[in-house]
């Protein structure tokens, strides 16, 4: 299954009809606001902010727990411990084991804005073509090699995603199993990855030279086509002023609150 | 392991076998075909025609919407090994991937359980049937696209399939590697299934082709009389084969 980002970018909505580098200013200034927060209190407005764009962006709620599933796995390994280890009020004991309300906090905290700001960040490279994303970054002054090297990984990664799959079924065809991990079934993965690795250097030394061959390197003119209308520029004022009302809000409670 | 001795059972029978993919659908409509022990059949048809999908669902790696296939008598289940039925992929480096020539041929037998004298033997034969033995030590990555195709016909031969599958094993293949391709293949005794746009290759190498177009099987018959049928071919993006076209001159006797 390919989880692409802009897999609903022909959608038309409000965020999909921003103008790119606003809404890549606006989004990213957002998701700043977001990591800003450290006080509980603001997280109901960070939650209600956030599924509020994306309920304005149109994408299909599936596309946003997909695309949460993976990575909140692995923010889910690391800070499962944190109940247990982080604080010293302790809300519940089970043996050895003690439920710490400091933990607990923290653990709230991490996972809210790690979805307030991975929702964010979807709609911001889910309501646009990959590539228009790119150019509004080289529009607002990314290096072209860093712009180019994005493109290149995010287009590359599922081709070597395809090329892993043609060789697993190979391999099935021949017999392998993944069964029990010995010596033997890691020596033929660290084949198949090692392989992995050598055809999509060799592949990227063909594609580099083919690009070569058609002038790449040499300097060009920006052609973005980018147009910013008034509404445009309100969308980002809102989104700058929502960003600075977290950020204020959170000094306010750091300095005042109790 | 089922002893598959029984001669009377065709080497492949597919009935009605309809295959959609989550983003394309309708890729095989209703195919059936039936294939002989020993007979080599060409798979023709324009790019998007279905071959390459009937073939993963030929070999079990896909599970069919609708249909039923057989591989010498015995039901195709999906992801269940079958190592009478071995497939050589379009894209050799798809297949080849171990540090070592040796290594990539025995890996089908090793995954068959053999003890290693006779997994030895195994890649011995199929690289001595293939014409490669001097590749043995090399690494994969470093043969010529022409010592890729053997290599990988000889991993998928050391399990000693009784059906090969063939997706476009000439494409790529130079002039000399592409006849030594096609002696081989006339010396084969395996039953064979090959897809290939090279029409010319399957006139010399199949004795039945079936002529594929948008996931449904238009004709099933002999090679000559189907690609020397100029409107079947052209109605269907083909065109018939040059060694077809009558000549002036009779040099292709």
């Known amino acids: ?258 | 392991m089922k002893d598959f001795a029984n001669p009377n059972d065709p080497a492949l029978v597919v009935s009605g076998l309809s295959f959609s993919y989550p983003d394309k659908p309708d890729v095989l409509r209703d195919v059936s075909l039936e294939v002989q022990p020993g007979e080599r059949v060409g798979l023709i048809g324009p790019n998007g025609a279905g071959k390459t999908t009937f073939f993963l669902l030929v070999c079990g790696v896909l599970k069919p919407d609708a249909g039923e296939t057989a591989l010498f008598g015995e039901p195709v289940m999906r992801g269940k090994f079958r190592p009478e039925a071995g497939m050589v992929f379009q894209n050799p480096d798809d297949q080849l991937f171990c540090p070592s020539v040796r290594d990539d041929i025995a890996f089908g037998p090793r995954n068959l359980g053999l003890p290693r004298e006779e997994v030895e033997a195994r890649v011995e034969e199929a690289l001595s049937l293939t014409g490669g033995l001097e590749l043995v030590n090399r690494p994969p990555h470093h043969l010529s696209g022409g010592e890729k195709r053997m290599v990988s016909i000889a991993g998928v031969l050391a399990m000693r399939p009784r059906l090969v599958v063939y997706d476009e094993p000439t494409s790529n293949l130079d002039i000399r590697s592409r006849r030594r391709l096609i002696r081989f293949l006339q010396a084969s005794q395996e039953t064979m299934l090959i897809a290939s746009h090279d029409l010319e290759f399957i006139l010399e190498v199949c004795d039945r082709v079936v002529l594929m177009d948008e996931g449904r099987v238009v004709v099933n018959g002999e090679p000559r009389k189907v690609m020397g049928n100029v409107a079947l071919m052209e109605a269907h993006g083909l065109e018939r084969p040059h060694s077809l076209v009558p000549h002036a001159e009779p040099h292709h006797v």
């Open chain 1, 1 to 258: 299954m390919k989880l692409l980002l802009d897999e609903y970018a022909h959608l038309d909505s409000p965020l999909h009809r921003w103008e790119p580098r606003c809404r890549l200013i606006g989004l990213m200034a957002l998701i700043l606001g977001f990591s800003f927060v450290r006080d509980l209190r603001l997280l109901p407005a960070m939650i209600a902010a956030s599924f509020a764009l994306y309920a304005v962006s149109r994408l299909p709620v599936s596309f946003l727990v997909t695309r949460l599933r993976f990575p909140g796995f692995f923010l889910l390994m690391m800070a499962i411990l944190l109940p247990f280890l982080s604080g010293q009020t302790v809300l519940l004991r089970v043996g050895p084991l003690a439920l710490r309300q400091e933990g607990c906090l923290e653990l709230l905290l991490i996972g809210v804005r790690f979805v307030c700001i991975l929702t964010a960040g979807l709609i911001l490279f889910g309501s646009a073509p990959f590539l228009t994303t790119i150019k509004a970054m080289r529009a607002l002054g990314l290096p072209p090699i860093l712009a180019d090297m994005t493109l290149f990984s995010y287009r590359y990664i599922y081709e070597i995603g395809d090329d892993l799959e043609a060789m697993e079924t190979a391999m099935r065809l021949r017999g392998f199993r993944r069964g029990a991990v010995t010596a033997s079934l890691l020596g033929t993965l660290a084949a198949l990855a090692g392989s992995i690795l050598v055809r999509s250097y060799e592949q990227s030394e063909r594609v580099y030279k083919a690009m070569v061959l058609r002038g790449y390197g040499r300097p060009t003119r920006p052609c973005d086509g980018f147009q910013v209308r008034r509404r445009d520029l309100a969308g980002l004022v809102v989104a700058l002023l929502v960003t600075a009302g977290f950020i204020a809000a959170e000094i306010l409670f750091r300095q005042f609150g109790g």
